[in-house]
């Protein structure tokens, strides 16, 4: 597990969870096409999917309630005490299955006597933040903390014609309320809410955008874009009036959440008793150019409704005794409304128009206990089963020309699927000297199966289930300090063994040819290790260095690629992918250096730090792999020892490194990446009290 501090969070500027990647090993957060939804994989285990529906291979938590929705885990950054990224396989402590792992963001918590403080920042191209925290009791059982940001500005893109795209214009607020009622019984309670209104991420063209000539030998061939910064947008007049827009609307992600959570706790002579109660809304609507053009020949929107209610129910043993153990269930329901539109008439003539609900039920048992056969040797296993029923419900893919429904059939009234899966883990841990621990782990995780929910001719092909995955980890590592030397080291070493990986993909329908869609791999398998070392030499003086690598390959899997027609019907051709790289960086690389200078009574900090990624492989060929690159930070502050008020400043690429973070296709012949941002700098005011 590696934990990332809040300090460090506002001193390196992480405002979203895709900043994180730059500050722990084997971990990446794309966002898919560009869009406002994060897909994270650790270790390789990642699921890439620009639907929303389905459940993501890494968890992510805040104060240990699960997010599911993948659309809503791209929330603001804001008065965050750690965040701590889990690797490998999940599930039998708490929350959900997961066979990725899990980011856990832990919050400042309300304090038992006043304090108040805040901070205005400004950046590069324009951008701003506020942020600001209240906290303290309202009586001597009660307390309290109100904290809230707002994030504004920064459009660095421009398009053909100087309009700029990227602004942002987001903001959130979060109540938390402590309750003591006695010395064993306790109550938590958090409500939180967000609003997004910014531009979506624009894309540009790396190659010549052949579509067209594709269909048609004299259609013209139209060239890339001039620089990655430079992106285009706009669509028909007939998409954009589906769309309720313009024509010449700016791409946008507009999302939505709200919730509540509330947590009550109860110390009994053998065990503490907790429950976990949670309701969340989410609410989403994208629009986005999947071309880098002007017209409709890719163009995505996005209208989503959701809502998630979960309770978990935990007995967690005393600490201090020979056994501990936990154990508990956890229950979800969530609900979704989607509506997917694509418009596609300047290439194909229509456009096409998804529409469904998806109900999904959960229900799981877990537990977990560490025997501590003496003070230096420990056994500790887990266990997990979990039901889960999935619902389709209504779903149609129709086809749109000239505003009218051409194919009204292509309706699918229900899909269901369910599975009972199995989870666990076994380790031994070893302290052969004080301060140093080796362990050994085995563990099984699982990640449900679920429904392709894409634009197809075809929804009851397209639809059908695909399976569960599950992932056999195998890990030793070990974790020493040298308090003398003011060093300390983590190493791990891996080996994952997949079982049916979901895969983007495509099936056949035998009247219309390909249908997109997720498959299932039926082996793989990856190894690798991390290391993570931070040392203070002097003084003052901290080095941090971690670093990840991963090779992963299938070792069964064979996808369609194309398809022909034999006697009428589409017969599919497939490609044997055995021994090919599955699609991660080989190697992920951060490191830091700061130093804190004594001046009286005040402190000046500076520090500089790195990170690189290798090459990503791409499924989808050697085109679409995306290039390695390493970027460069750096930050100073300033400000009196007791902490009240301080100044800093800090870049970001500070060597302007041109790259870009996702490459891919929505149609053939259209190209497109997501480029990194360019060099950004900031200036900030913070006042504690």
Do not use: C
Not at 165 to 183: F, I, K, P, T
Not at 664 to 674: E, H, K, M, P, T
Request: aromatic residues 14%; charged residues 15%; proline residues 4%.
């Amino acid at each position: 597990m590696s934990v990332i501090g809040g300090k460090t969070l506002q001193t390196r500027n992480v405002n979203n969870v895709f900043d994180l990647q730059y500050l722990t090993p084997s971990l990446q957060v794309t966002p898919q096409f560009g869009s406002g939804q994060p897909a994270f994989a650790i270790r390789g285990i990642g699921f890439n999917d620009y639907a929303s529906n389905n459940a993501p291979t890494v968890g992510v938590y805040v104060d240990e309630v699960a997010n599911p929705v993948p659309f809503a885990t791209n929330g603001m950054m804001f008065d965050i005490s750690r965040v701590e990224v889990l690797r490998g396989p999940q599930g039998t402590l708490y929350g959900r299955n997961t066979t990725g792992g899990a980011i856990n963001y832990i919050l400042n918590k309300p304090t038992s006597t006043f304090h108040t403080g805040g901070g205005v920042q400004y950046g590069r191209f324009d951008s701003a933040k506020i942020d600001g925290y209240i906290s303290g009791p309202i009586t001597d059982k009660l307390r309290y903390r109100l904290s809230g940001e707002t994030q504004q500005g920064g459009d660095w893109q421009r398009n053909s014609a100087g309009l700029g795209l990227g602004r942002v214009n987001r903001g959130a607020a979060r109540l938390l309320l402590d309750y003591e009622a006695s010395d064993t019984l306790k109550f938590e309670f958090n409500l939180h809410g967000s609003r997004d209104r910014s531009d979506a991420n624009g894309l540009h063209l790396y190659s010549p955008m052949s579509a067209f000539n594709a269909l048609n030998a004299s259609a013209p061939v139209y060239a890339v874009s001039s620089d990655r910064y430079q992106t285009n947008w706009g669509t028909s007049p007939e998409f954009a009036k589906q769309l309720g827009i313009n024509a010449n609307t700016k791409p946008f992600s507009h999302i939505d959440v709200g919730g509540v959570s509330f947590r009550a706790e109860k110390k009994l002579p053998f065990a503490t008793i907790t429950d976990l109660l949670s309701y969340d809304n989410m609410q989403r609507q994208e629009y986005m150019n999947f071309d880098a053009w002007q017209g409709n020949l890719a163009d995505v929107a996005f209208k989503t409704r959701a809502n998630v209610l979960a309770n978990e129910l935990r007995l967690t043993s005393p600490n201090k005794q020979r056994l501990t153990w936990v154990g508990g269930i956890y229950y979800a329901h969530q609900y979704m409304n989607d509506r997917y539109q694509s418009g596609f008439a300047d290439l194909y003539g229509f456009d096409r128009d998804l529409r469904y609900s998806q109900f999904v039920n959960t229900i799981s048992g877990f537990g977990q206990a560490t025997y501590h056969v003496t003070d230096k040797l420990r056994f500790t296993g887990g266990f997990r089963i979990e039901h889960e029923s999935r619902k389709l419900s209504n779903m149609a893919s129709y086809q749109i020309v000239n505003s009218a429904i051409t194919n009204p059939g292509n309706v699918l009234r229900s899909q269901s699927t369910d599975f009972t899966l199995p989870s666990g883990k076994f380790e031994v841990q070893y302290n052969p000297i004080r301060n140093n621990m080796l362990y050994a782990s085995f563990t099984r995780g699982i990640k449900s199966g679920g429904f392709t929910t894409y634009n197809s001719n075809a929804v009851g092909v397209s639809s059908a289930p695909f399976k569960p995955e599950s992932l056999l980890a195998y890990e030793v590592g070990n974790k020493f300090s040298l308090p003398e030397q003011h060093l300390r080291l983590n190493v791990a070493g891996f080996y994952y063994d997949y079982s049916n990986q979901q895969i983007q993909s495509a099936t056949l329908n035998q009247e219309t040819g390909l249908v997109g869609s997720i498959v299932n791999a039926p082996r793989s398998h990856m190894y690798g290790g991390e290391i993570e070392a931070e040392w203070h030499p002097l003084p003052g003086l901290t080095l941090s260095q971690s670093a990840g690598f991963a090779v992963g390959a299938f070792d069964r899997f064979s996808s369609l690629y194309s398809a022909h027609v034999v006697n009428g019907l589409y017969v599919g051709d497939y490609r044997n992918r055995k021994g090919e790289s599955l699609p991660f960086p080989k190697i992920t690389v951060n490191g830091s250096v700061s130093y804190n200078w004594s001046i009286g009574d005040y402190f000046l900090t500076t520090g500089m730090d790195y990170s690189l990624r290798s090459t990503y492989h791409s499924l989808f060929g050697t085109r679409y792999n995306v290039a390695g690159y390493t970027l460069w930070g750096a930050n100073i502050g300033f400000g009196p020892k007791d902490g009240k008020w301080s100044v800093a400043a800090f870049g970001k690429n500070i060597f302007d490194k041109k790259y870009d973070v996702e490459r891919n296709y929505f149609v053939d012949g259209a190209n497109i990446a997501l480029a990194g941002m360019p060099a950004t700098w900031g200036v900030r005011l913070s006042v504690n009290y």
